[in-house]
């Protein structure tokens, strides 16, 4: 996810409904698309920055290319 046009982020999806997302943030950002794998760690998710989304909101964002990737791990 594409947190502002200087730097990169990722969500965390900790559950998902008929029509609904939910997720937590990442604390931490990168300056380069390509070091996304350097902030992607357990500990850097807060539980605390919750947020929620429909799928078509999801949909949207990937294909303004706010979400440039979803990762399946």
């Not at 008929?18 to 937590?24: A, R």
């Not at 070091?35 to 429909?54: G, H, P």
């Amino acid at each position: 996810m594409e947190k502002n046009k200087k730097s990169y982020t990722t969500i965390k999806i900790t559950e998902v409904t008929q029509d609904s997302i939910f997720v937590i943030y990442n604390i931490k950002s990168t300056p380069r698309r390509a070091r996304i794998y350097s902030i992607d760690k357990a500990e850097n998710y807060m539980e605390i920055l919750k947020d929620q989304f429909s799928k078509q909101d999801i949909k949207d964002l990937y294909l303004e290319n706010f979400i440039y990737e979803v990762d399946r791990h």
